[in-house]
């Protein structure tokens, strides 16, 4: 009988994953009611202008001059800032189950993500990443984005894995079929228990996915 091939890395994505998203349009949306800002005019500069800013090649000053700033305003960038720093929540037990895994397997583990410098740092810190993360292939740093098949060519060079070694576990359809492509196991993440099912299947059982399983 063929042995199945022996994951030893993971590749994750970080928003909707291991925390909340940074500045979706949720956050969004919250920011405009709370700063009393135009709905339309927001989302319309927001567009025109988060594919740069999350690429690098814009800083969180230059996209808020762009975005918020454009016009006179009765708050302080400080304030908008730590508004948008604090939409930035942690999902515990998945941070939990990585770090176990991790232990467990020896893994190596890759962020492969879409985030702006800024909050991207500031997300790192905050929530300890780099205390299971080996390598962030974050966009701001490579200055291109997900969905350029680019981003899965370099994490792969980066962590010097076969493909067929890898799992990647992210939570938008299009990016998890853009891995399946380069022969990435792909785990399309929806909630804790399914994912912890779909590792298990790969050979990577956790002792929170199967406490979970009991209860």
């Known amino acids: 009988m063929k042995r199945p091939v022996k994951i030893t890395t993971l590749f994750l994505d970080v928003g909707g994953v291991l925390l909340t998203d940074g500045w979706d349009r949720h956050a969004r949306e919250r920011a405009v009611v709370k700063f009393h800002l135009d709905p339309i005019d927001t989302e319309e500069r927001h567009h025109l202008t988060f594919d740069t800013f999350e690429e690098g090649k814009l800083n969180l000053e230059e ?25 930035s929540k942690p999902y515990p037990e998945m941070i939990g189950l990585f770090s176990q895994l991790k232990a467990r397997y020896g893994l190596r583990i890759a962020v492969v993500s ?12 905050k929530f300890k990443l780099d205390g299971f993360v080996d390598s962030f292939i974050s966009s701001c740093f490579v200055h ?37 492509g380069f022969g990435i196991r792909s785990i399309l993440h929806t909630d804790f228990k399914s994912t912890c099912a779909k590792l298990a299947s790969f050979g990577l059982r956790s002792d929170k996915g199967i406490s979970r399983a009991i209860h």
Request: no cysteine; net charge neutral; hydrophobic share 40%.
């Open 144 to 180: 291109i984005r997900k969905p350029d098949e680019d981003m899965f060519h370099l994490a792969l060079d980066i962590t010097q894995a076969p493909a067929r070694e890898v799992v990647y576990i992210e939570d938008t359809p299009m990016f998890v079929r853009i891995a399946e």
């Open 114 to 125: 879409n985030e702006a410098r800024e909050l991207n740092t500031h997300r790192i810190r």
């Open 63 to 87: 996209y808020l001059d762009r975005v918020v700033f454009h016009q006179k305003r009765s708050f302080t960038r400080a304030r908008f800032r730590d508004f948008m720093f604090e939409q």
